[in-house]
């Protein structure tokens, strides 16, 4: 905070970029003097957009995100009333809308040990379930991948503040890798990328994205469908989904038009931070300014990369088509369409209520 306190040369940059620095009429220098409210550092999306705008190299996410930090350690925020998120707990919600919908990979979670594993994320694997089996299917013959890895990379926890948990899971992480000897992580969500990366800093462990790995036929497009793509926070500093992507894309018969905010300068989309829970009329403020964007660029269809990030926007009803990279790419069924509304189907009535406390019960 002192660094900002002492640095930060008010220029308005991250103030523009940023929705919700700029509701709060301060600058970071402001922040940093009067002291970090709690629900100023819980309503940050810790997207790292005001990081990559300033010209003084100051980073007000991680301000925000050390006081995030500090609020669930001193107890000024009940971070268990979010409990239905944490990965590490046997009934978070993502885990018991699998188990509810049938979704399961048993059959293919541990058919090998060692080498090449796929590890396609919460997101992907619990609300696009054939396109994670089709790029697994797809990795088993492009590069002998023996596993699919059905955990939570730890991101989640170090977004809500909860920093012990967090790297008692990551222990469990490297653990597992130990375990099955595995040398080679294949990802599909730039979180998991990123976060992976730091997890096996120390480890023999190589960390690759599906872009640099499969090997994806050009689709024979006689059209020239105009592709504008959101990008993920993650990826802002080393855009290597970004430009893979994007090289993909155009292989195969795509055009590009680029948004008024992309690649190292991209809006979030409203998941980041996990501010859509904790400060979900941010969330739609992000939103509808992301799809003025979209609307602006006259593109046909709406792409990202991370598969958050296209639930989001599907949810809100972008003005034009929205998929996942993948699913474009590899010509795949868009079954993430809805994926929210099904939650909600799950936890209404009176069995609702009742997956509801199971979810919400107090782990034993």
């Not at 990559?52 to 009333?81: H, T, W, Y």
């Not at 790297?167 to 992580?185: D, P, S, Y």
């Not at 855009?239 to 893979?244: D, E, G, P, V, W």
Request: with cysteine; aromatic share 8%; proline share 4%.
């Amino acid at each position: 905070m002192d660094t900002l306190a002492e640095n930060c040369i008010e220029c308005g940059k991250c103030t523009d970029i940023c929705k919700f620095l700029g509701s709060t009429g301060k600058t970071p220098a402001n922040i940093a003097k009067q002291g970090v409210e709690v629900n100023e550092a819980f309503s940050c999306s810790l997207c790292g957009a005001c990081e990559a705008v300033c010209p003084q190299g100051l980073s007000p996410k991680a301000m925000f995100a050390s006081r995030r930090n500090e609020a669930v350690a001193k107890g000024e925020l009940d971070i268990d009333e979010y409990r239905y998120l944490f990965p590490d707990r046997k009934n978070n919600v993502m885990n018991v809308f699998r188990s509810y919908y049938g979704i399961d990979y048993r059959d293919i979670e541990n058919v090998s040990s060692g080498g090449t594993w796929f590890f396609p994320g919460c997101t992907l694997l619990t609300y696009s379930p054939e396109l994670t089996r089709e790029v697994y299917r797809r990795l088993q013959n492009d590069c002998n991948c023996q596993g699919i890895w059905t955990e939570c990379c730890s991101k989640p926890l170090l977004q809500m503040g909860l920093q012990q948990r967090a790297e008692t899971m990551q222990a469990g992480l490297r653990e597992f890798v130990q375990k099955h000897n595995i040398t080679r992580l294949i990802t599909a969500c730039p979180g998991c990328y990123y976060q992976m990366k730091s997890v096996f800093e120390s480890c023999n462990v190589t960390v690759q994205t599906v872009y640099e790995v499969l090997k994806i036929e050009p689709l024979k497009r006689t059209d020239k469908i105009k592709c504008t793509i959101h990008d993920a926070c993650p990826d802002r500093f080393e855009l290597k989904f970004a430009s893979q992507v994007r090289q993909a894309l155009e292989q195969s018969g795509f055009s590009i038009i680029e948004m008024k905010h992309s690649k190292e300068q991209a809006i979030c989309c409203g998941s980041g931070g996990q501010i859509s829970h904790f400060n979900p009329e941010l969330t739609e403020k992000l939103v509808e300014q992301r799809m003025n964007e979209v609307k602006l660029s006259g593109a046909d269809i709406l792409v990202g990369y991370c598969l958050s990030c296209v639930l989001k926007f599907d949810v809100f009803s972008s003005p034009i088509p929205v998929t996942h990279a993948l699913h474009l790419l590899l010509d795949q069924n868009k079954e993430f369409t809805g994926a929210k509304a099904r939650v909600a189907k799950m936890l209404t009535g009176a069995d609702g209520e009742k997956i509801w406390e199971q979810i919400m019960a107090e782990d034993r």
